[in-house]
C-alpha cells in the first residue's frame, strides 16, 4: 500500500517548491529530509545564540524574485503566508588593497558615477552594457523558468538577433575575459569580478562570460534582495502552503536506498530500515553522486554512471558567521559606509590565481575575494538586543597540504579575515565580537550532505554541466534512467543558488506525465 502518491527525498527549497505545485493539482505527498529542519541551503538557524538567526548558506534572493512562483505569487506564498522581500541599497560596498574602494547603489547613475571615479570610459562601458543586457536578457533568460526543451530554444532565439554573432562569442568567453576586455581600470576590474563571482562558479572557465552581464544588471535592478527574517521565511511559507496542502514532513529521516520493483522505483528505503511506499513516483533531491549509490548500476546505465561520475562538484566554500554589537563601518574619505552585501577583493592577477589555485588543489592563504554579509543592517528581525550577524564567506580549496588539517586551519583563518576586515572598519574592534561560528568545507559536508566538499551550489555551471547537459547529458528533463524517479534540486537545471526554477520546472514535467496540461505554467 502506498504511503503517498509521490515521495519526496530531501527538503531543499526546490523539493519543496516541487511537492507545492502536485499538491496544489491534489496530489498526495510524503517528504523526507535527513537534517533536523527542512530547508536544506536555504535555512535560517540559531547558531551563535539563542534569537540571533544565521543564514548558514543562501542570503541573497535575486534571482528566485523573478521566478513565476513569487513574481506571480502562483502559490500565495506572499499573499497567504508571509513571505516578504527588502532590497538593500547601496547594493554593495568593496575594498581595494590600495585603500580605494567602490560603492555600487541601486541608482544605475550613481553607480555609473563611480564607476567615473576610476575611469570615464569605463562608466561608460557599464552604462552600454546595461543597456546591451537589457536587449537580450529575455533570449537568455527565458529557458531559466522552463524545462530543457520546452519553448524555443536560446540558439532559436538568437538567431533572430541583430548581434547574434557578438553574444555568442560572449557567453563562450570566460567572465573574466569579458570583463578585462571591456574595462580598463583595475579598480572596476576587481570589483566586477568579485559581482561577478558571487554565485562561486570558475569565472575564469569558458562559457561563462555571461555572467558578467546576468550577475551584475540583475544586482542593479534588485539589489542583494534578502527576505525579511532570513533565508528560511522562505521555506516557512513553502511548509505552511504543504501543511494546508496536508503534505507531511519528516525531519531525521536519511534516505538510503531506492526501492525498484520490475525495473521502476516505487519508493524509498532509510537507514533506519523504513520503507516509504509511492503510489505514482518518487522525487529526489539528492546530489546525484550519491543518488546513483541507491541503486544498482545496471539500473542506470553505463552512459549515466558515466556522466555523473565526470559531473564536478563545484567549488569549495568556507564561512564564519559572527554576532556583533556592531555592524561592520567602512572608512571612506566621506566617512563610514554600510552595506549588507560588501566585500574584499585583490586585484585581478591574485583574483586569477586564486580561481586557478582552487581548481588545482592548491591551498593558498590570502584574501583574493571576501565577501561581508550583514543581513541585519536592513533586517532587525533576524536578532535581538541589537546584535547584528556578519557573514564572512570565501572560495577554498578543499585539500590541505603539509599536515595541516581543516579543524585547527578554519579557526586561523577566521582570525586573519577578521583581521583584514578591522583594517577597512575601525569601529570593529575584536570586544565587539560577542559570539563566532566557522564552518570549513568539511564541515558544510558534515552538516549537509548534498555540499559535496563544501560546494553548496549543486555543482559546477561551466557548459560541460549545464542546460542540456545537467546533471546528465540526455536526462536534463527530471526524468531519471530509472522509470518512476525524477529528479530536482541544484544538480538539476538550471542549477543552484536560490532560484526555484529546478523546482517548479521539475513540477511541469511530473505534472505533464500524468496528464496534465502545462502550457500556462510554460507561459507558452
Known sequence: MADADFIVAGAGHNSLITAA????????????????????????????????????????????????????????????????????????????????????????????????????????????????????????????????????ST???????????????????????????????????????????????????????????????????????????????????????????????????????????????????????????AGKGVISTIHVKHLVDMAPAAAWGDDFLFGVDTYEVGISGYAAYLATTEPPIFDTADGGRTAVSAGIVGWPDQFLRMLRDVNDGIAFDDVPSLLVATPTLVDTSRSIDDLHTVKLLTAVTFELRDGETWETKKEVMADRYFELVQRHCSNLSADKVVARTVRSPEDLETHNAHMIRGAFHGGDRTPANSGQNRPVPGWAQHRMPIPGLYQTGGTTHPGGSITGAPGRNAAMIVLEDFGHDITDLLGL
Open 21 to 152: 505545485y502536485l499538491a496544489r493539482e491534489g496530489y498526495s505527498c510524503h517528504i523526507l529530509d535527513a537534517r533536523p529542519i527542512p530547508g536544506g541551503g536555504a535555512s535560517t538557524e540559531d547558531l551563535l545564540m539563542p534569537g540571533v538567526g544565521i543564514d548558514t548558506c543562501s542570503t541573497g534572493h535575486t534571482l528566485i524574485r523573478v521566478n513565476p512562483v513569487i513574481k506571480d505569487d502562483e502559490l500565495g506564498l506572499v499573499s497567504k503566508y508571509g513571505l516578504s522581500y527588502v532590497d538593500p541599497d547601496p547594493v554593495a560596498h568593496v575594498c581595494f588593497p590600495d585603500g580605494e574602494y567602490f560603492t555600487m547603489s541601486l541608482d544605475a547613475d550613481a553607480t555609473i558615477a563611480e564607476f567615473a571615479r576610476f575611469s570615464e570610459r569605463d562608466a561608460a562601458t557599464y552604462s552600454r552594457m546595461l543597456e546591451e543586457w537589457a536587449d537580450v536578457r529575455q533570449i537568455f533568460g527565458q529557458d531559466r523558468f522552463r524545462p530543457i526543451g520546452y519553448g524555443p
Open 155 to 277: 540558439e532559436e532565439l538568437l538567431d533572430a538577433h541583430p548581434r547574434a554573432s557578438v553574444w555568442r562569442r560572449r557567453r563562450m568567453m570566460s567572465a573574466y575575459d569579458v570583463i578585462m576586455h571591456e574595462f580598463e581600470d583595475r579598480h572596476c576590474q576587481a570589483f566586477l569580478l568579485w559581482m561577478t563571482f558571487q554565485t562561486i562558479v570558475a569565472i575564469d572557465r569558458p562559457g561563462t562570460g555571461l555572467l558578467a552581464y546576468s550577475l551584475i544588471a540583475a544586482r542593479q535592478k534588485n539589489s542583494w534582495s534578502i527576505p525579511v527574517g532570513g533565508s528560511g521565511t522562505l521555506v516557512d511559507a513553502l511548509v505552511g502552503y504543504l501543511e494546508d496542502h496536508d503534505v507531511t514532513i519528516e525531519c531525521n529521516q536519511t534516505v538510503a536506498e531506492l526501492v525498484l520493483q520490475d525495473g521502476r522505483c516505487v519508493g524509498v528505503e532509510t537507514t533506519a530500515g523504513d520503507r516509504y511506499m
